[in-house]
């Protein structure tokens, strides 16, 4: 090979990713409003609301005036504390993020890593597919000139770490709460659990021993297997010595989510025979159910699965309209507050002006 020539480049967001503006690593992104107007989008976010107010008249036995008299006589600053607990978590978030990409060769403050992971939330509360996570590689990219590929990695194993932490911590949590007894379908529930955490580990035991031997036996292009190459080294850049320090940071994310919950539930005065140990519980299974990409932030899948936990009469058997009261403020702090003050930190933010720029010198910039 002689001369310099160009770094290969990866498939288009079509073929690969399916996000606007990373189709080439020099060209800014379009406006978020463009991937608003788009039909999938819109269907994926009226589809699961029309669903969710469809059980809730016709199946619910909701009593909408008991509802709304629940929520009008909330404790103000109860759900004012949930708000600020709840956002306590973007910084440490930041802060594990931060400790990933050190680890990747790349170093950002706790400040910007926070910014980037708050916008990114937006994009996850307003389109589906987790495409928000795409969109947070692609402002590190764009704002810090890193490679998109290993930056995915980071965001992969954080994604395990959050996984595994939802699992065990849900596991213990539900243990707890239902200790005096655990009926059929609670066993059910955990032995689910326990099949997922087991799975998730043999997936990542493979791919850290076998997944760049199985990419390269199959018969594809060789960007691909260099954008895996680089992926694994996001993946698997972290220290060993650093993985105790993400297992607590992780932790105390999830903490604050299940605070969220518990503070909001104080709120409405429906803690009793719930408890903290349940509101964790209630709280990460509605996390894990977030996962699901099928649309925004869980929406639709989250709030049924919520109501379901709590209604349940072999689990906590709250009220209807008190558990939609629940699900209606614990969905407002967790999702619209995202959408209004996201809105405002994406507008005035300096990262989401993109700037066109230059691959560094001996390193592609994918």
């Not at 389109?127 to 402002?139: E, F």
């Not at 009793?272 to 209630?282: D, E, N, R, Y």
């Not at 009469?313 to 709250?318: N, R, T, W």
């Amino acid at each position: 090979m002689t001369g310099r020539e160009p770094a290969p480049r990866l498939p288009t967001d079509e073929q690969l990713i399916d996000y606007p503006g990373v189709r080439e690593e020099s060209a800014p992104p379009p406006p978020l409003s463009r991937r608003l107007r788009d039909p999938r989008t819109i269907v994926s976010i009226v589809l699961p609301i029309a669903l969710v107010l469809l059980i809730a008249v016709t199946a619910g036995n909701i009593n909408f005036s008991a509802l709304a008299t629940s929520v009008a006589n909330a404790n103000l600053w109860l759900l004012v504390a949930a708000l600020l607990v709840y956002y306590l978590g973007f910084p440490l978030r930041g802060y594990r993020w931060t400790i990933l990409l050190r680890g990747a060769g790349t170093n950002i403050s706790i400040r910007d890593s926070s910014e980037i992971i708050f916008i990114s939330w937006l994009v996850n509360c307003l389109v589906p597919a987790k495409l928000g996570d795409v969109y947070r590689a692609y402002l590190l990219r764009m704002n810090f000139d890193v490679s998109l590929s290993r930056t995915f990695g980071t965001v992969f194993i954080e994604r395990v770490f959050d996984l595994f932490a939802i699992a065990l911590l849900a596991f213990a949590a539900g243990f707890w709460s239902f200790r005096t007894g655990l009926s059929p379908e609670v066993q059910v529930v955990f032995a689910i659990g326990l099949v997922f955490i087991a799975a998730l580990a043999v997936g990542l035991y493979t791919v850290r021993n076998f997944g760049s031997r199985i990419v390269r036996r199959l018969p594809l292009p060789h960007r691909i297997v260099e954008f895996y190459d680089r992926f694994e080294e996001g993946v698997f850049s972290i220290q060993a010595r650093r993985i105790p320090l993400l297992a607590i940071v992780t932790a105390l994310i999830w903490a604050t989510e299940a605070l969220r919950l518990y503070l909001v539930l104080l709120a409405l005065g429906l803690s009793v025979g719930i408890g903290i140990s349940g509101a964790f519980f209630v709280a990460l299974i509605a996390s894990l159910l977030t996962a699901v990409p099928f649309t925004p932030a869980g929406l639709g899948l989250v709030e049924l699965g919520v109501y379901g936990v709590l209604t349940a009469p072999f689990l906590y058997h709250v009220p209807a309209h008190e558990a939609a009261a629940v699900v209606l403020v614990d969905r407002a702090i967790s999702v619209l507050s995202i959408i209004i003050l996201g809105s405002i930190a994406y507008v005035v933010s300096s990262k989401t002006k993109i700037r066109p720029l230059k691959p560094t010198a001996g390193e592609p910039a994918t």
